[in-house]
């Protein structure tokens, strides 16, 4: 609890009538620009505070390039978004508001006008704020009720609490490979030293290899550099979301060459219920993802993280680690967990994209260098 208390800054205390407001707000889609689309459309709470969709589909039907993360203990990021282009959830509040993929607002104002135009969202910051709508109060509000979010109470934490009998023996399998040959914990906790039962990352960003493929990423690094301020959050957030640049990642942010396409280990909880996975949602079912790490995926990738390597798994392994991964589920979604649980089983029967025996259990191969030279980028490789 003293984490949670700790996530509140200073300057925007949790109180619950701001809250409650934030929460109006959250489900309003007044905020954009055509009325349809509000914050609830990309962040779901009947899908834990995600959308289902590959990526997130914003107004008038515009196609973004990211797959929406859940908002559940989002409180605890130390960075917020895919790349951590944002440092608090007050300035992750407010960029979809204005990205014409998202909310598509000319600014923050526009939808504060909206807004303010309803009596009852103008006497509520009155009594909340103790002044009329502005930006800086409705991006408080909400981020204030995404702070409220959090969610643990799963049968896995049941289980670290004392009772052996909450999860299945497989599921209890699938704990001690997470932490050991399956290597989910060089990412998926504080530390790699000590067993981490309760966030499930490392607050850090890595490249596991999706996306690289698809795309000329030494050709979109050169033209990033060349076109987008890194000091201007709203030019990253853009990019981000509105042009192949997105697979960059964290390096549209920091212009360092080890960030290419890495992006930012994301919590575990629920993540039964938050399908499709990754940050472009290319994978359908956890069994695809295990199946990419099971791998050591990324081979022809210069910027890998070093911790990517074949695994060698076996099926009832890979089966083991879905079940703990599962226990991760909360109260609330328990039902919609074991449908979920037994759609992906069944899709994972019949079809199996990433699944690669031959190199899950052969050697770590021999990793390129990275070679990024802008100046001399041969003319095939440029982007138009």
């Known amino acids: 609890m003293g984490a949670t208390r700790a996530a509140a800054p200073a300057d925007n205390p949790q109180t619950p009538e701001k809250v409650a407001l934030g929460e109006k707000l959250f489900y309003d889609g007044r905020l954009s620009v055509d009325g349809a689309v509000a914050c609830s459309t990309c962040h779901d709470p009947a899908r834990a505070f995600s959308d289902g969709r590959v990526v997130s589909i914003g107004v008038k039907?515009?196609?973004?390039?990211?797959?929406?993360?859940?908002?559940?203990?989002?409180?605890?990021?130390?960075?917020?978004?895919?790349?951590?282009?944002?440092?608090?959830?007050?300035?992750?509040?407010?960029?979809?508001?204005v990205n014409p993929s998202e909310m598509g607002q000319p600014s923050v104002d526009a939808a504060v006008a909206r807004i303010a135009a309803v009596p009852e969202y103008d006497q509520a910051f009155h009594v909340v704020f103790g002044r009329s709508i502005n930006g800086t109060d409705l991006v408080r509000a909400i981020a204030s009720?995404?702070?409220?979010?959090?969610?643990?109470?799963?049968?896995f934490d049941h289980f670290i609490s004392g009772d052996k009998n909450a999860?299945?023996?497989?599921?209890?399998?699938?704990?001690?490979?997470?932490?050991?040959?399956?290597?989910?914990?060089?990412?998926?906790?504080?530390?790699?030293?000590?067993?981490?039962?309760?966030?499930?990352?490392?607050?850090?960003?890595?490249?596991?290899?999706?996306?690289i493929l698809r795309h000329n990423v030494v050709a979109l690094a050169c033209k990033a550099e060349q076109e987008i301020?890194?000091?201007?959050?709203?030019?990253?957030?853009?990019?981000?979301?509105?042009?192949?640049?997105?697979?960059?990642g964290r390096f549209l942010i920091t212009k360092k060459e080890p960030d290419i396409a890495s992006f930012k280990t994301p919590d575990l909880r629920n993540v039964l219920i938050t399908a499709p996975y990754f940050h472009d949602g290319s994978q359908a079912t956890l069994w695809d993802v295990l199946d990419h790490y099971?791998?050591?995926?990324?081979?022809?990738?210069?910027?890998?993280?070093e911790d990517m390597q074949p695994l060698a798994l076996s099926e009832s392994?890979?089966?083991?680690?879905?079940?703990?991964?599962?226990?991760?589920?909360?109260?609330?979604?328990?039902?919609?967990?074991?449908?979920?649980?037994?759609?992906?089983?069944?899709?994972?029967?019949?079809?199996?994209?990433?699944?690669?025996?031959a190199r899950a259990f052969g050697p770590k191969p021999i990793q390129p260098q990275p070679s990024r030279d802008c100046v001399n980028l041969q003319p095939q490789q440029k982007l138009q």
Request: charged share 30%; hydrophobic share 35%; glycine share 6%.
């Open 61 to 97: 039907g515009r196609v973004g390039q990211r797959n929406a993360p859940t908002i559940l203990n989002a409180l605890y990021n130390k960075a917020q978004f895919w790349d951590g282009r944002a440092n608090t959830l007050e300035e992750q509040a407010d960029l979809p508001i």
């Open 167 to 211: 999860i299945s023996d497989s599921a209890k399998r699938g704990w001690e490979f997470f932490n050991t040959k399956a290597r989910c914990n060089k990412c998926h906790a504080l530390t790699e030293q000590k067993r981490d039962p309760i966030y499930f990352m490392d607050n850090d960003f890595h490249n596991i290899g999706i996306g």
């Open 229 to 248: 301020d890194s000091g201007k959050t709203i030019d990253v957030d853009r990019a981000a979301i509105q042009s192949d640049m997105s697979i960059l």
């Open 145 to 155: 009720y995404e702070r409220s979010q959090f969610s643990f109470d799963s049968p």
């Open 317 to 357: 392994e890979i089966d083991d680690v879905v079940a703990f991964l599962a226990t991760l589920t909360s109260a609330q979604y328990q039902q919609q967990g074991v449908e979920e649980l037994a759609r992906q089983r069944a899709l994972s029967r019949t079809s199996r994209p990433q699944r690669d025996t």
């Open 294 to 305: 099971n791998k050591g995926d990324g081979v022809k990738d210069p910027w890998l993280d």
